[in-house]
């Protein structure tokens, strides 16, 4: 049997000569057309983002990924500290002072919900805590938060924030990835993929979760995606450091030394064999990194050198244990702030266990008391924590951000003593490099239910944040499964009234 039998029409048409030369003539046409648009600069050299513009790729060298690069654009902020806070704190019973719940206290709410996101909902309910002028600005703030409220001329509030979801794994994926399912890159890792950082010594990126454990959505809120691993957040807290770095006491320094510089001589030779192998240049960049997190971690661990009178204004003793070690990690995220540290994210509460108010902020039950447990953690240590930066000019190039992933309802729950979860309107707060004080953007209703003026999203939200960090959040991309994939998606504007 002929072998041409096996071929299909098209087949047999290429063995034609005709055939064969008009095809070949087309391409060659094609290739041509190509190359003089190129020669013009009418053929775009990189796939467009969603916004039709061409992404930004930082220029990252893989035998150093952790080199400080160049943002977008100057600006006043170099080093961002993300205070992220889990649970979802009750807006209305804090920073979002709203006269119509005393008026409505005790009646059901018009035209709003009778069913949310735990089941029926019940009567408007006046904020637990009393609001009061506070500092030069006179904003209202409650007094729940009384160390923070002392700051306020110095913060720039959001009170018109919107999210996607109710739900807390999701709205934490929302918040700190851009999305609402898992496997995205965090805000922290993205920038260090944009910029690196200035200490060679330390991770560009620092998570320091809670002393009582991760967060409902855990690593996913500092972790890399479908970025480099080197861009992941590392983990520790000034209890718990880093595992495996330290040394077995059977090995001396010296010996420990020796062995690391025989490692280094060894992975390099090594590479000079795969020059071009990514992969392999990131995996070595990483072992370094960890043996010089050998020395450098210990030595920014170590609080002994702090006077009595910081460890005092933090509130490291006199209060319950869990606020002792949360006033700790406070310490340390200034520490890496000041050896220049370019990201650092600090978690207050965890969700070992559904939270439910007694490790987070989800109080969906006696508000009163399990939101006046988590302040009495959170406030004195996070205040004095600002106010540190701020007496050591850490401010004027650090961005710091204060935010959970949606706020509670103005009206309890059908159990009468918690409050439901609210993804129409929550606030969060920044302050720092580039941001304006004591200033507040946006409003929520009278009832503190939905966002109506200058209503912002989650999207809109970390745009401004990169803006901030001088990155143009519509260019910052990652080319992923055939996509131009950002930390914005394909929305997002910036707030540039809350620009300084």
Not at 259 to 267: I, S
Not at 355 to 362: E, M, P, Q, R, S
Request: net charge negative.
């Amino acid at each position: 049997m002929s072998s041409s039998e096996h071929l299909s029409p098209q087949g047999r048409y290429l063995l034609n000569r005709r055939g064969f030369l008009g095809t070949a003539g087309l391409s060659t046409a094609s290739l041509a057309l190509a190359s003089l648009l190129n020669k013009d600069g009418l053929l775009a050299s990189e796939p467009l983002t969603a916004g039709g513009k061409t992404p930004i790729r930082p220029d990252i060298d893989p035998n150093n990924p952790y080199a400080p690069r160049q943002p977008h654009f100057e600006t006043a902020a170099k080093q961002v500290l993300v205070i992220y806070l889990p649970g979802a704190v009750s807006h209305v019973d804090t920073f979002d002072y709203k006269p119509a719940l005393y008026q409505m206290h005790g009646k059901k709410p018009p035209s709003l919900p009778a069913v949310t996101f735990e089941g029926p909902s019940g009567n408007i309910a006046q904020p637990f805590w009393k609001f009061r002028p506070r500092g030069e600005s006179g904003k209202m703030v409650s007094d729940l938060l009384p160390h923070l409220a002392e700051q306020v001329d110095d913060f720039c509030f959001f009170h018109a924030l919107t999210t996607d979801t109710s739900a807390h794994p999701q709205g934490e994926n929302f918040m700190n990835t851009g999305f609402t399912m898992e496997g995205f890159p965090s805000f922290g890792s993205w920038v260090t993929y944009a910029l690196g950082t200035e200490n060679q010594e330390l991770p560009a990126f620092v998570a320091i979760n809670d002393p009582r454990g991760l967060a409902r959505s855990g690593k996913n809120n500092f972790g890399n995606g479908f970025l480099p691993a080197a861009f992941q957040g590392t983990d520790f807290t000034a209890q718990n450091p880093p595992t495996n770095l330290q040394r077995p006491y059977r090995v001396s320094r010296h010996q420990d030394q020796k062995t690391v510089d025989l490692l280094q001589r060894l992975n390099a030779k090594h590479l000079e064999q795969y020059p071009g192998d990514a992969d392999l240049a990131g995996r070595i960049a990483s072992y370094e990194l960890a043996g010089k997190m050998q020395t450098s971690v210990p030595d920014v661990m170590d609080l002994s050198g702090e006077t009595e009178s910081t460890l005092k204004a933090y509130g490291v003793e006199g209060g319950s244990e869990l606020k002792g070690h949360y006033a700790r990690n406070c310490i340390l995220a200034r520490r890496l702030i000041e050896k220049g540290v370019r990201v650092v994210q600090l978690f207050n509460g965890s969700d070992p266990s559904g939270g439910n108010g007694i490790t987070n902020w989800d109080s969906h039950s006696d508000i009163l008391k399990t939101h006046a447990m988590q302040a009495e953690i959170m406030d004195q240590p996070t205040a004095a924590l600002i106010a540190d930066m701020k007496q050591r000019g850490l401010l004027e190039n650090t961005l710091i951000v204060w935010a959970t992933e949606f706020g509670r309802m103005p009206f309890l729950q059908a159990n009468g003593t918690g409050r439901d979860h609210n993804p129409s309107a929550f606030t969060c707060f920044l302050a720092g490099a580039g941001v304006k004080k004591g200033f507040s953007y946006g409003e929520s209703d009278e009832f503190g239910f939905e966002a109506v003026v200058d209503k912002t999203s989650v999207y809109d939200f970390n745009a401004t944040l990169l803006h901030l960090m001088g990155l143009d959040h519509e260019r910052l991309t990652y080319y992923h499964n055939g996509l131009e994939r950002r930390l914005t998606n394909v929305h997002g504007h910036v707030v540039h009234d809350v620009l300084a």
